[in-house]
């Protein structure tokens, strides 16, 4: 098979697999209420475990040593059937404590697809086509969403609040079939350790990468509870209105895969961070208005995911030239590790995540979505002013 080829065969399996993984993150947010009141639990309770699996997520750097010595395909597969087990132990949960448990799973295994699946497609496809490649992969985010959200809002009510679960975990099983179908074994011979350098253009991105992970997930956390109390919103209406968070999504990678190469990932990043600090700001002026929240929710979204989708191949790239880029504290160079690098990203978002799904209920009880929608846009906008300080790795 050709190096194309390769590619090609492997972006058809990760955009199933990948679907599964996000799923049995994004199937939850809508329909926290619902999901709380079917484990008797507060809203704040719930928002407290989504936390804690998103903090679960800083254990990335684990994910990219064992890279180093299973291969990337093998913690694909393990990850996705992770997502698997974790879903049918919340479907199943009788209490709290297991269905926190499916949770934690289901959060250990994000990281553990996506930092050997980023730096799979980094090693394999040059800086000139990188944006539109990984791009490609990015809209599992969105698929995650038309796939699993929609349906589940029907589920629901025919069947109650596990039947989403049982959806993902089946979407799970075929992801691990066709990664392992499709992407063939890169078992090292020997394990291959690699470290890292953390350079200041690294650190300033990383501290950029946390403040948009805060600013999002204080309004993914509430964006449910929103719907209900401001729009009055159903569950079912929940269910399809994401549709148009589905197509914001698809606006947002789809911009991202096809101009990304030629306007450059840094101007993508500084636009997208500058869209969401407007369209958070624009959230506490829709009132009650459906139309409003369409269009501020569009803007939300698109604006969020070209952020999030620039930022994956400009990381990758910041990892291989350390020649550039002195360390802080040291002036010996060290030999490039995207793993490492992607993977303290992705940690990055957890902590991030964490933090943000913390705040996120106290914020919203003070203020309503004015509240969390300003404080997420000042948190981009301080995301903004420290981009300025990288400089393009390409």
Same mark, same amino acid.
């Given at each position: ?52 699996? /998103? ?96 349906? /589940? ?59 948009? /992970? ?7 956390? =509430? ?15 929940? %269910?399809?209105?994401?549709?148009? =968070? ?29 869209? /969401? ?6 959230? %506490? ?29 400009? =990381? ?79």
């Amino acid at each position: 098979m050709t190096r194309r080829g390769e590619v090609g065969a492997a972006l058809a399996a990760v955009l199933v697999a990948r679907t599964a993984v996000n799923g049995g993150l994004r199937v939850v947010y809508p329909f926290l209420p619902e999901i709380a009141r079917g484990l008797g639990v507060s809203f704040a309770t719930l928002a407290t475990l989504v936390s804690l699996r /998103s903090l679960a997520g800083v254990a990335a750097p684990a994910a990219a040593r064992a890279a180093e010595t299973v291969g990337r395909r093998a913690l694909m597969v393990g990850a996705t059937t992770a997502v698997a087990a974790g879903c049918l132990l919340v479907a199943g949960a009788p209490t709290l404590a297991v269905a926190a448990a499916g949770f934690l799973l289901v959060g250990l295994a994000k990281p553990a697809f996506d930092v050997p699946m980023q730096a799979w497609f980094a090693d394999r496809v040059p800086w000139a086509r990188r944006g539109r490649v990984l791009g490609v992969t990015e809209l599992a985010w969105a698929l995650s969403l038309a796939v699993t959200v929609p349906p /589940s809002g029907v589920l629901i009510v025919a069947a109650g609040w596990r039947a989403p679960f049982v959806l993902v975990a089946a979407l799970a099983a075929v992801g691990v079939l066709v990664v392992a179908g499709l992407i063939r074994t890169d078992r090292p011979a020997q394990r291959r350790r690699a470290r890292l350098a953390l350079t200041r253009p690294r650190l300033v991105v990383l501290a950029v990468v946390l403040l948009f /992970s805060v600013s999002a997930e204080l309004l993914f956390v =509430v964006y449910g509870a929103w719907l209900e109390d401001d729009l009055g919103l159903s569950v079912t209406a929940i %269910g399809t209105f994401t549709l148009v =968070v589905v197509a914001a999504e698809l606006v947002g990678e789809g911009a991202v895969a096809a101009l990304s190469d030629r306007v450059g990932l840094r101007r993508a990043i500084m636009a997208g961070l500058l869209g /969401s600090a407007a369209a958070y700001a624009a959230l %506490g002026l829709v009132g009650g208005s459906l139309a409003a929240a369409t269009v501020t929710v569009v803007a939300w979204f698109v604006c969020l995911e070209v952020t999030i989708v620039a930022t994956v191949p400009f =990381v990758s790239e910041l990892a291989t030239d350390p020649a550039r880029h002195p360390p802080v504290g040291a002036a010996r160079q060290l030999p490039p590790a995207r793993d490492r690098l992607l993977a303290l990203m992705v940690a990055v978002i957890a902590a991030g995540r964490a933090l943000g799904a913390v705040a996120a209920p106290a914020t919203y009880a003070a203020g309503g979505i004015t509240a969390s929608g300003l404080v997420a846009a000042t948190g981009v906008l301080l995301a903004a002013a420290l981009l300025l300080r990288v400089p393009s790795p390409g």
